[in-house]
Structures are given as C-alpha cells and as structure tokens.
C-alpha cells in the first residue's frame, strides 16, 4: 500500500507542477525508476513526467494488450518482453543505433528476449530464491536441497510465494527439469517435490515476508535478492543462499508501446537513464544489479558489501512458457493448494 | 368495491398516456439506472461472455465459442495424459461455502446476543453502542487483518498473555483454518449486527410478556416468538455475511497462510499467471451461480413463511 501511496503521491507532484512544454508517462514497478533522476529529467527537458505502478507482469501485458493505454515508457521483464514483441504491441524504436546500446555491458546485449536489440534497453536485473534467517539457521545453504527437501530445524520454519512463477522454477533447477516443460512426467516430479515440501511449510505467502523473516516466524524465505540486500541493510539477520543448482532470474527493460503519444520524449528518457552516471544513480537507489556499464567506484552496493548482487552461480532466467507448459504450471500448483 | 377499482389495472386506460421522457421520474432515475446498468449488469454479461470464449496463448481470449472453461471444472487431462475427473475443483468449491458458512453461524451465534443486549439499553446508551460496532468499518480491512495477525503470531499479543500464565514460550496461531475464520468472523460481524439490531429493535416487548403469561417458558418464547419475529434481520444479516465471505481472498492467505486454496484466489490465478481467462470467468460463473441458488432459497422459504396463517 506504502507503494502505492508513494507513486500516487510522486505523481500529484508532478501532476501539479507548472505548464510544461511535453509530456511522458511511465507506467513500472512500484518504486523501481529514482524519483530523482524523474524530477532531474523533468526539469532539465521541461517535461512534465507521470509515473504510474504495476505489481504483476500480467497486468501489464494486459493493459498493452488491450491498445491505447496512454503509456509511453513500460518495464517488463524479460518472457514478458519476448511476447510483446512477437505479438506487435511494442515499438521497434531501434534501440541498437542509440547512445544507451554503447553503455550496456556486452554480455547483456541482444539476449534471447530481443535478439536485435531494437525493442529495449534494460534497466535492472536479479535473482530469487531461498533467503535464511541466520539466527535461526546455522546449516549449510549451498543447495537448494535444504530449502525442498528440509530436515531439522528448517521443518515447519518454510515460508514460500503464493504464486507459481519463480517457486517452481527453482523447483525446476534443483531437479533439472527445463523452464517450460511441456513434458506430464518431468512436471508430475515437480509437483511430488513440492508436495513432500508442503508438510515442512508454514505459509505460502508474498506479502510482509520481511517482518516474516526477521521475527524468526519463518527461517527461510523464497525471496528477491535486492530485496534481501535491503533487510539486511537495515539489520535484519538475513542471508541469500547462493545455490549450487543456480537462481532464478529476471530482467526488466525500457519499452516503448505502440502508439505511444511521445514517443521522442520516451526515447529522450531512456537515453538520459542510460548515462553512466545516471545510471549507477539509479542503480543505488534500486539496490538490484545493474546491466548497464556503470560508474565503479560511484557504486555503493559492491561486491563486498552486497555479495546478494554477484552471484557466483548461474543465473537461469525465467522463460516465456507456451499455453501447454503454462497449464502444466498452473495445474502443479492447484493440486499442491487444492 | 368503487366503480374505478372495477376497471383496474387503470394505467393501460389512462389516455392519454405521457411519453416516457416527460415523466420527472424517469429522468430522475436516469443516473442510478445507467450505474446499476454499466457498473453492475453490464459486467457480469462480459464475465458470462468470457467463460463462453477461447483462451488465447498469452491471456486474453478470442471471440470463439467454446465450453472448455466449463468441462474445465470437473474433467482434466491427468497426469497420464487422459482426460479424467478433477476433484480438485469441487474440493476448492466446497472448502470455500464451509469456510463462509461457518463464518455466517458463528457470526449469528456471537450477533444476537449483542443485538439484543444493545436494543434493551436507554436511547443514548443505544446510540453510542451501535456507533461502536460500526467503528471497525472505519479502518481499512487490510489493517484489521494485520491486527490479528499482531495479536495471533509469533511474540504476539495472545502468546506473550499466554507466556505470562505459564504456557510454553513461542506459541503461534497463525497459519491455520482458525486464525483464517477468526479474521473472517471479525471483519463480517458488524454486517451481521446491524440488520439483526434493526429487526430485534422493532421487537414488541408486549408479545414477550404475552408469551410468558400463557406459560411460555423462555425457550419456547425464543422460539416461537422472537426468532420467527426478527428471522428477517437474521436472514439479512446471514446473506450479507455469506456472499462477500465467499469470495474472500485476504483472509486465507495473510491468516491461513494461503496452504489451502479458496476461490477467490483460484479465480485471481488462473486470470494472472494462468493465463486462462475462460476458465476463470467460468469459476466465477459458477460461484455467482451457486450464491443466486442460495439467495433464492432463502426467498422462496421467507415468502412461504409470510404465507402461512
């Protein structure tokens, strides 16, 4: 709700800010853009900037789906990116000829989601998966083993999300069946894993896991990595466990969807995110990882002090699942909470 | 009987009759009748259009007819890959009426006693004790919840209480049916409350005196006269707690844990990451479905009991 408040609060401010001579209207994830780098934006293109938030991938897709949405800039992640580029409802606003193109780290360019680079310039990525209450936890957390097949003191002290996405694709890494499968019996092993697992577990929640976690009500969390970072920060006794099967991972992009009534100011905008400097401003204001080449020592999440942004295991990230393999997914998690 | 009453119905003899639109009436209604048509008919014949549509790949659906949202519900394809009954969705169905109908009783086992209580107090008592129960409705429902669970979880209110008197420290009664129904029970009661005041309120104290002159003793006047006399506040009361109780969403997962699925978070499923919107307008078809069966129910047993003498 904070979240929300927040947003609506950012945009009255610049709902009511003077004439201005364009307009650009973002719609991304709650608190995700610096507030700052909006007003900087704002003041320096005298354009008035409105920011609304969305907290679910499918209701983005949902509100481009239906057309018209009034949106110049969007952020989604990147299965969510694929199927808006094959269904037509985002801009080719040829992002490989821009300025921002040359800042992002080659290794994350023209990836799987947008082979020419054309549609997007990403923003921020990260990982889930299981976060321990070292408190609580003393044992080893290198597998994601103890999360799923818990022993001990970890009985009972599981909490996971209450939706499907990342959870079962976690569940999918330890097993070693793909993202996606569309195969019944690959799928049927995911479902008798988490199925054992449900007895050791306490809640299947995504709402407050913070306190959740720090209370010691739970001793570990499926969770993000920026998301830990930050508890931890503020004193929590939390820790990501870094799994040897890998971490389930996401990437949110700049979009253009189409029709978007400014289209140069969107443009305008990605550029000027897409600086170094701004974007290591953005960078420590998201505490998540940044794909773009930043200012090294302007960074103030290192890899000393926030080990949860440098995974030295593989990242996997989440795929764009057929209808097929969706059902699959959905069918595994009603039958685990029917 | 008059001459005019004769020649009823009299409206089709009125000549000549006004058009609509001159009638103050009509274009008094006008504004709640185009809310009630777009804001509530209008919806539900779009939801009704849905689970009749095919799904598309990425959410979204095509104007295709198609029962598959329907079939859904009892037959899918298993794990061997043959198209067998589900029970799955029945069970969902059927954990859910239980959970809102024992919401509804002990609702009405804790509202009458406190209806009857306030309704016996002197005027300005009575008007302070109704306001109080109304108080609730001033916080937002998703901070009750949360104050149960402060109250409920771990070095919570109710354990560190418990702690003092000797029980062993830790204690937590979260994450089960009871906390889910004790949030529930206590966001419906004022529902339940006041409808059940109003009617016990016009109670006619007499009719008690007169039951307990002819011998009837304080059971047999709890039943043969204050309930049949005050069953429409109950029944007010019940159907206000039942129906929104159903399609709960909040409670069983912050309070339950969110273990066991309800339907109102199997209709949010399958509508986000499910991607299959047919489907899920067809379990909240369904649902709609089920609670106009049951409100019927209660109609037609309220009307017979008007009728008879």
């Known amino acids: 709700m904070k979240k929300y408040f927040a947003a609506t609060a950012l945009a009255l401010c610049f709902a009511t800010s003077a004439q201005a001579a364009g307009e650009l209207n973002i719609y991304a994830w709650a608190e995700s853009i610096s507030p700052a780098l909006i007003e900087k934006f704002s003041k320096e293109n005298d354009v008035k900037v409105n920011v609304d938030s969305f907290t679910s991938n499918e209701d983005l897709l949902t509100k481009l789906q239906a057309g018209s949405s009034g949106y110049d800039i969007a952020t989604p992640s990147q299965h969510f990116l694929r199927v808006m580029i094959d269904q037509g409802i985002i801009e080719n606003f040829g992002a490989s000829k821009l300025k921002a193109y040359e800042n992002i780290e080659e290794k994350w360019r023209n990836q799987w989601w947008d082979e020419t680079q054309d549609y997007s310039i990403p923003l921020a990525y990260g990982t889930a998966g299981f976060v321990v209450n070292t408190d609580q936890y003393k044992g080893a957390t290198d597998s994601f083993k103890y999360f799923f097949e818990p022993e001990g003191e970890l009985k009972g002290k599981i909490a996971l999300l209450s939706y499907p996405d990342e959870v079962i694709g976690a569940a999918q890494l330890y097993l070693g069946v793909p993202f996606c499968s569309e195969d019944q019996a690959e799928m049927k092993k995911v479902l008798d894993l988490l199925m054992a697992q449900k007895p050791s577990v306490a809640v299947y929640s995504s709402d407050n896991i913070a306190s959740r ?126 | 009987m008059t001459d005019s009453a004769l020649h009823a119905p009299a409206g089709l003899e009125r000549a000549p009759r006004a058009r609509f639109w001159h009638d103050l009436s009509f274009w008094g209604l006008l504004p709640s009748r185009l809310l009630m048509g777009f804001a509530l008919i209008l919806p539900i014949f779009i939801i009704a259009a849905v689970s009749v549509a095919t799904r598309g790949a990425y959410g979204g659906f095509t104007w295709d007819f198609n029962l598959a949202g329907y079939s859904q519900i009892l037959f899918n394809e298993g794990w061997t890959g043959e198209l067998e009954f589900t029970p799955q969705y029945l069970l969902i169905i059927g954990r859910t009426f239980l959970l809102a109908g024992a919401t509804t009783l002990i609702c009405l086992l804790f509202a009458v006693p406190v209806a009857y209580f306030i309704s016996r107090q002197p005027a300005s008592r009575k008007a302070v004790l109704v306001y109080l129960v109304t108080l609730p409705f001033w916080v937002s429902m998703i901070l009750r919840v949360y104050a149960w669970m402060i109250i409920l979880g771990k070095d919570g209110t109710l354990p560190s209480l418990l702690e003092q008197l000797g029980f062993p420290a830790g204690m937590s009664f979260m994450f089960n049916d009871g906390a889910t129904l004790t949030a529930m029970v206590y966001t419906a009661m004022p529902l339940m409350v006041l409808p059940v005041f109003a009617s016990i309120e016009k109670l006619d104290g007499t009719l008690i005196e007169a039951s307990h002159d002819l011998y009837g003793d304080r059971w047999v006047t709890l039943r043969r006269v204050i309930l049949p006399l005050t069953a429409p506040g109950l029944v007010a009361g019940a159907i206000l707690v039942f129906v929104p109780a159903l399609g709960a969403v909040l409670e069983p997962t912050l309070m339950g844990g969110g273990k066991q699925m309800m339907m109102g978070s199997l209709i949010q499923l399958q509508f986000g990451g499910g991607r299959n919107w047919p489907f899920g307008a067809a379990i909240a078809m369904t649902l709609m479905a089920l609670v106009m069966l049951f409100l019927i129910a209660t109609a037609l047993r309220a009307a017979r009991r008007e009728v008879r003498p």
């Open chain 1, 213 to 338: 976690l720090a209370s010691g009500e739970v001793s570990a969390h499926f969770w993000w990595d920026g998301d830990s970072l930050r508890a931890r920060k503020t004193g929590s006794p939390v820790k990501l466990a870094m799994t040897k099967e890998g971490l389930v991972g996401w990437m949110d992009s700049y979009v253009i969807p189409k029709g978007a009534p400014n289209h140069d100011n969107a443009v305008k905008f990605i550029e000027f995110m897409s600086t170094l400097e701004n974007a290591t401003e953005q960078m420590n204001f998201y505490s998540h990882s940044s794909p773009m080449k930043v200012i090294e020592d302007k960074v103030e999440n290192t890899k000393e002090t926030a080990p949860e942004l440098y995974p030295d295991v593989p990242i996997t990230f989440s795929r764009t699942c057929s209808a097929a393999a969706q059902d699959l997914v959905t069918r595994v998690w009603t039958q685990l909470l029917q």
